[in-house]
């Protein structure tokens, strides 16, 4: 074991001792990131597209309907509730907003209301709206309510009445707020999210081809001959080479997703989901690199071979635009790729609100994909 780890923190102290390293791991996915997601998408300025299903037909519901419209903040629309919801799975708006029946009556006996926003996990301005909702409510609340008591005559003053009603609602919400969750009609992330998690396993892959590459590097230059001459057996070298770029790749995922998260708002989802499929995806990875590996001569050769590949089958797989927009017959050739599976796993929990359930069928494809291309590279490659 002291063999294996001693390999492992060699390959990993090569790796990040290179300043160029830094650059290719971290600074280009988020460039990349920041230009594909944020300057093309169009999303960040737009207001968020809220739909209304207004359940209640009354009074109060109306008002609470234009006290959101004056807020300016959202592009709302009137739906019924079929509409609504037919237009949320096709994502043509981002959420809506459902004012149940007898909404008005609950009002007036001074109950909480029924009125519930539904949106995708995904959508970051939630809490936003939820807040605007509420802010409304309140204020419809004391309107009514005042108006009630005044109208009674409790013997309270105007000011006394409003005061005490303000008081009392401010501490609570009645605001139910719905986070939709696996839901199969969700089937594509938000442009932002799409393209952090394909450049992502874009760079990630570059890195584990070039990590991958010291094993013809090692034979070109001879260190594998003097390391088999050691007591380190050739499974121990594997083992600790093997571990090395799997721990590089995770560094570099947990890096990635850690920033995009905080500067780009990127919702990845269930952290357990995200787990396996990561490690899917870095096993896919490695056993991509030492396929290659296997049917060349040199690292300069697998570099050349190795990033045309994986260029154009990230662009195949959905990397730098969405698959919907290619013709069908792309569409299915994708699927033999292993950069549709990863985005697909990221689709189930970012997008869907899956769990690791919801990610075991990308994973076993990922780790079949694996499993033919470790067999072929190894068989391939030789070290003697």
Same mark, same amino acid.
């Given at each position: 074991m002291?063999?294996?780890?001693?390999? =492992?923190?060699f390959?990993?102290?090569?790796?990040?001792?290179?300043?160029? $390293?830094?650059?290719?791991?971290?600074?280009?996915?988020?460039?990349?990131?920041?230009?594909?997601g944020?300057?093309?998408?169009?999303?960040?300025?737009?207001?968020?597209?809220? +739909?209304v299903?207004?359940?209640?037909?009354?009074?109060?519901s109306?008002?609470?309907?234009?006290?959101?419209?004056?807020?300016?903040?959202?592009?709302?629309?009137?739906?019924?509730?079929?509409? +609504?919801s037919?237009?949320?799975?096709?994502?043509?708006?981002?959420? *809506?907003?459902?004012?149940?029946?007898?909404?008005?009556?609950?009002?007036?006996?001074?109950?909480?209301?029924?009125?519930?926003?539904?949106h995708?996990? $995904?959508?970051?301005?939630?809490?936003m709206?939820?807040?605007?909702?509420?802010?409304?409510? #309140?204020?419809?609340k004391?309107?009514?309510?005042?108006?009630?008591? *005044?109208?009674?005559?409790?013997g309270?003053?105007?000011?006394?009445?409003?005061?005490?009603?303000?008081?009392?609602?401010?501490?609570? $919400?009645? #605001?139910?707020n719905?986070?939709?969750?696996?839901?199969?009609?969700?089937?594509?992330?938000?442009?932002?999210?799409?393209?952090?998690?394909? %450049?992502?396993? =874009?760079?990630v892959?570059?890195?584990?081809?070039?990590?991958?590459?010291?094993?013809?590097?090692?034979?070109?230059?001879?260190v594998? *001959?003097?390391?088999?001459?050691?007591?380190?057996?050739?499974?121990?070298?594997?083992?600790? *080479?093997?571990?090395?770029?799997?721990?590089?790749?995770? #560094?570099?995922?947990? @890096?990635?997703?850690?920033?995009?998260?905080?500067?780009?708002? @990127?919702?990845?989802?269930?952290?357990?989901?995200? #787990?396996?499929? @990561?490690s899917?995806?870095?096993?896919?990875?490695?056993?991509?690199?030492?396929?290659?590996?296997?049917?060349?001569?040199?690292?300069?050769?697998?570099?050349?071979?190795?990033?045309?590949?994986?260029?154009s089958?990230?662009m195949?797989?959905? @990397?730098?635009?969405?698959?919907?927009? =290619?013709?069908?017959?792309?569409?299915?050739?994708?699927?033999?790729?292993p950069?549709?599976?990863?985005?697909?796993?990221?689709?189930?929990?970012?997008?869907?609100?899956?769990?690791?359930?919801?990610?075991l069928?990308?994973?076993?494809?990922?780790? +079949?994909?694996? %499993?033919?291309?470790?067999?072929?590279?190894?068989?391939?490659?030789?070290?003697?």
């Amino acid at each position: 074991m002291r063999r294996i780890s001693a390999i =492992m923190i060699f390959e990993l102290k090569r790796m990040f001792q290179k300043p160029q $390293s830094y650059l290719l791991m971290f600074g280009m996915p988020i460039l990349f990131t920041f230009i594909f997601g944020a300057l093309f998408s169009g999303e960040t300025e737009a207001k968020p597209s809220i +739909a209304v299903v207004d359940g209640d037909q009354s009074t109060l519901s109306r008002a609470l309907i234009n006290e959101l419209k004056s807020k300016d903040i959202l592009d709302m629309s009137i739906e019924n509730a079929s509409d +609504a919801s037919a237009k949320f799975e096709d994502q043509k708006v981002t959420g *809506y907003i459902r004012i149940d029946e007898e909404f008005e009556k609950q009002v007036l006996e001074n109950e909480i209301p029924k009125v519930i926003f539904i949106h995708s996990p $995904s959508f970051d301005g939630a809490q936003m709206i939820e807040q605007v909702i509420n802010d409304s409510m #309140i204020k419809l609340k004391i309107i009514a309510t005042a108006s009630s008591a *005044y109208e009674d005559i409790t013997g309270d003053s105007w000011q006394g009445v409003q005061d005490k009603i303000t008081s009392e609602l401010a501490t609570s $919400s009645g #605001i139910k707020n719905v986070a939709v969750t696996k839901s199969q009609e969700l089937t594509t992330m938000n442009n932002m999210t799409a393209r952090s998690a394909g %450049f992502t396993i =874009m760079f990630v892959m570059i890195t584990m081809l070039i990590s991958t590459g010291v094993f013809l590097e090692a034979r070109q230059t001879g260190v594998w *001959y003097r390391l088999m001459s050691t007591p380190t057996s050739k499974k121990e070298l594997l083992i600790g *080479y093997l571990l090395a770029f799997f721990l590089i790749g995770w #560094i570099q995922f947990g @890096v990635l997703m850690t920033v995009s998260k905080f500067v780009f708002h @990127v919702n990845w989802g269930n952290l357990l989901g995200n #787990i396996v499929l @990561v490690s899917s995806l870095l096993l896919c990875t490695i056993g991509l690199g030492l396929f290659i590996a296997g049917f060349v001569k040199t690292s300069e050769q697998q570099s050349v071979f190795g990033n045309l590949f994986i260029v154009s089958t990230c662009m195949l797989g959905g @990397v730098y635009w969405p698959l919907e927009i =290619m013709p069908n017959v792309m569409q299915q050739i994708a699927k033999f790729v292993p950069q549709y599976w990863g985005l697909e796993g990221f689709a189930e929990l970012s997008a869907r609100g899956g769990t690791v359930v919801d990610v075991l069928a990308p994973s076993g494809v990922l780790l +079949a994909i694996t %499993f033919v291309f470790l067999i072929v590279g190894m068989n391939k490659i030789r070290f003697e």
